[in-house]
Every structure is written in structure tokens, then in C-alpha cells.
Nanobody, 115 residues
Framework: QVQIVESGGGLVQPGGSLRLSCAAR????????MGWYRQAPGKQREKVAI???????NIADSVKGRFTISRDNPKNTVTLQMNSLKPEDTAVYYC?????????WGQGTQVTVSS
């Protein structure tokens, strides 16, 4: 059984920083793509940032220059460093992990940017 465990959400003021972490646990062969998506109230889920096992990244234009994604392959973890946060970054953030043809989602962690 595979578990996707997220941590690091919370409330932060505009301009602040948060760090989201995600660990994939269980009987996993090899994870190809790991990343983060988000969903704000009334909006569709959107990709924030993804990273391949080789380290190639794809960052959404809306967060480029502010967010950084990294991963630790042996530990099956992925981290999203979020700086210069804006109110429009408020959303539930979901970790996404792909193993072969299977996609796993975390339960989501709330990020609220507000003064």
C-alpha cells in the first residue's frame, strides 16, 4: 500500500515563506515525476511545479521566480519552497506522485496567505 504524506501548510502573511514537504511511502518501484498541484475555492486544480527523477522541472508561470521544487530520490520525497507569497497563492496544495502508469495524490494541505 502506498501512502503520500504531506506537511508544511499553514497561515502566512503576504511576502512570507512556507515549505511544503511530501513523502511517498510503501512498496514503490521507481517514481518518475513528483510534484505539487493546488486548488483554490471555486477554481480547477492546477499544476504548480513538477520535477522528474533526473531533476528537470516545470514551474507554473504564476509562481516562477518565487517557488522552487526539489526532490530526494532515495528517500522518495519532494519539497516545495514558497517565497514571496501572495494572497492569490491561497489554496489547498496536493502532492502528486507518478510510478509507471499509476498516479497517487496526497490528501492536501491548506496554504493561506493573509494579513
Amino acid at each position: 500500500q502506498v501512502q503520500i504524506v504531506e506537511s508544511g501548510g499553514g497561515l502566512v502573511q503576504p511576502g512570507g515563506s512556507l515549505r511544503l514537504s511530501c513523502a511517498a511511502r510503501g512498496n514503490l518501484f521507481r517514481l518518475s515525476v513528483m510534484g505539487w498541484y493546488r486548488q483554490a475555492p471555486g477554481k480547477q486544480r492546477e499544476k504548480v511545479a513538477i520535477i522528474t527523477s533526473g531533476g528537470s522541472t516545470n514551474i507554473a508561470d504564476s509562481v516562477k521566480g518565487r517557488f522552487t521544487i526539489s526532490r530526494d530520490n532515495p528517500k522518495n520525497t519532494v519539497t516545495l519552497q514558497m517565497n514571496s507569497l501572495k494572497p492569490e497563492d491561497t489554496a489547498v496544495y496536493y502532492c502528486n506522485v507518478q510510478e509507471r502508469a499509476t498516479i497517487y495524490w496526497g490528501q492536501g494541505t491548506q496554504v493561506t496567505v493573509s494579513s
